[in-house]
Structure formats: structure tokens, C-alpha cells
T-cell receptor, first 115, second 112 residues
């Protein structure tokens, strides 16, 4: 059973650019969440999507956005990049029923460096 | 606002010793998660604790939950080098919400 797949794994951007990260959840998982991990702030929740709808949102500026497609794949976009956006961006998927409900399975992450 | 605090944040120990990582959280929650992260890698789910008094064990790791005290512990028995990693606890921000609030993480180093 394939895990959560994130692409790209590594990328370097410059300030002011934008970036799009992609996440393919585990087959059958309809909830996709995004987290930002930095040494200073730790792991912080960005947003969560279910059935193409954003259900929860963290305390991030509007430059951070996301969406989910009908096949549950998700993308997140960061516009007008700042140095502080350098981080590991983790995607996680989960089911919403049964014993494994709400247990997040994380992808390998996309490491973004902003120069 | 839900806060999750772990201690210690750094732990260096000898192989064969026992130790405990503590996770305190500030609001009521019946569900607590423990994750492991190896350097440069993603998060691996270790335990999901679903109710007060829940105890789960896997190998040399045992996790417990006391919802009244808002405290979870991760106990390491007879540590081995392979357990060196960063351990995170996390709590659901709200019932039914797919939104976890994580602790700061405990970086565990086990020396031969």
C-alpha cells in the first residue's frame, strides 16, 4: 500500500517568488492536512481539507493557500515568499472512520529553502 | 488556546537505562498521539491513546494517558541506540477536528 507522496522533495526559491507543493494521500484517505516544521516554531498546522473543502485553518497569513481535488490529492501554494517560509512542509492523510480514524500518516515532506 | 508542552526537550542517556518523557496539555482532550522523527525524515506514528488510563506498549516503548491530569508519558525501557530520535506528542485541537497541536519535541540521544 503506497504511503503519502509529496513532491517535490527539495526546492530552492528566492524571495518574492511563489511555490506550489503537491501531496497524494494514501488511497482511500479523504482528509489531507498540511503542517509547517521549522527549528524555531516547531510543527504548526496550516490547513486541512476533506472532500475538496477546507475544514480547518491555522494561523498563517493569506499568502498560504491550498486546495484539494476530487481524487483527494492536495496542493498548497505560498505566494510572495519570505525568508521565514524556509521550512519542511509536511502533508498527512487520514481516514475518517473506523479504528484508524483521524490518525495521521505523514509524507516525507517538501523542504523549501528561500534565498 | 491549546498548548502542549514536553519535557525534557533534550535527553542524553546510556544504553540499558530507563527514562520517561512527559507531555502536558492545557485543555481537555481524550485523544493523544506520539510520533517519532528521525533526522531529516518524516513523522512516524507510534501510539494513539484514546481514553483516560489508556496504556500502549511496543517493544521498549510504553505510552500512557491521564486525561484528568492532562498528562501523557512515554517510557523507555532498557534503551538501545536505535531509539535515538526526536519524539513528539500531539493533541487534537478540538473534538472531531483534524488539527493537531504538537509539543516542542524531545530529542533523545542514546549513547553506547
Amino acid at each position: 500500500k503506497a504511503g503519502v507522496t509529496q513532491t517535490p522533495r527539495y526546492l530552492i526559491k528566492t524571495r518574492g517568488q511563489q511555490v506550489t507543493l503537491s501531496c497524494s494521500p494514501i488511497s482511500g484517505h479523504r482528509s489531507v492536512s498540511w503542517y509547517q516544521q521549522t527549528p524555531g516554531q516547531g510543527l504548526q498546522f496550516l490547513f486541512e481539507y476533506f472532500s475538496e473543502t477546507q475544514r480547518n485553518k491555522g494561523n498563517f497569513p493569506g499568502r498560504f493557500s491550498g486546495r484539494q481535488f476530487s481524487n483527494s490529492r492536495s496542493e498548497m501554494n505560498v505566494s510572495t515568499l519570505e525568508l521565514g517560509d524556509s521550512a519542511l512542509y509536511l502533508c498527512a492523510s487520514s481516514t475518517t472512520g473506523g479504528r484508524s480514524a483521524n490518525v495521521l500518516t505523514f509524507g516525507a515532506g517538501s523542504r523549501l529553502t528561500v534565498l | 488556546e491549546l498548548k502542549v508542552e514536553q519535557n525534557p526537550l533534550f535527553l542524553s542517556m546510556q544504553e540499558g537505562k530507563n527514562y520517561t518523557i512527559y507531555c502536558n496539555y492545557s485543555t481537555t482532550s481524550d485523544r493523544l498521539y506520539w510520533y517519532r522523527q528521525d533526522p531529516g525524515k518524516s513523522l512516524e506514528s507510534l501510539f494513539v491513546l484514546l481514553s483516560n488510563g489508556a496504556v500502549k506498549q511496543e517493544g521498549r516503548l510504553m505510552a500512557s494517558l491521564d486525561t484528568k491530569a492532562r498528562l501523557s508519558t512515554l517510557h523507555i525501557t532498557a534503551a538501545v541506540h536505535d531509539l535515538s530520535a526526536t519524539y513528539f506528542c500531539a493533541v487534537d485541537a478540538a473534538e472531531g477536528a483534524q488539527k493537531l497541536v504538537f509539543g516542542q519535541g524531545t530529542r533523545l540521544t542514546i549513547n553506547p
